[in-house]
């Protein structure tokens, strides 16, 4: 079974960078059709798409974040990485990695999600 869990540093000063790290077991990151994404919900808001690194390691992100946003992988350790640079307390969110089946376009698993707070 597919297990996707985040890892986050719970509470960032303005201006630094924010990096999650996501580890996935019972399945490679790098196997065929398989899309790792970064999704975050802000308190009271919805689901905010961010940005996702494809099997073939393409990196696509949210116009709207991308000038800042950062997704990187490591094969050997099965984790994708998500850096968010120049943060503000408007990036303080719950932060998810997910699977996506690219052929079917549906989200199959997801992370408990990890709370990541920007404040000084």
């Known amino acids: 079974q597919v297990q996707l869990q985040e890892s986050g540093p719970g509470l960032v000063k303005p201006s630094q960078i924010l990096s999650v790290t996501c580890t996935v077991s019972?399945?490679?990151?790098?196997?065929?059709?398989?899309?790792w994404t970064w999704i975050r919900q802000p308190p009271g808001k919805g689901l905010e798409w961010m940005g996702a690194?494809?099997?073939?390691?393409?990196?696509y992100y949210n116009p709207s974040l991308k000038s800042r946003t950062s997704i990187s992988r490591d094969a050997s350790k099965n984790q994708f990485i998500l850096h968010l640079s120049s943060v503000t307390p408007e990036d303080t969110a719950v932060y998810y990695c997910?699977?996506?089946?690219?052929?079917?376009?549906?989200?199959?698993?997801w992370g408990q999600g990890t709370q990541v707070t920007v404040s000084s």
């Open positions: 997910a699977r996506k089946r690219h052929s079917l376009g549906v989200y199959d698993y």
């Open positions: 019972g399945g490679s990151i790098t196997a065929n059709d398989y899309v």
């Open positions: 690194i494809y099997y073939s390691g393409n990196t």
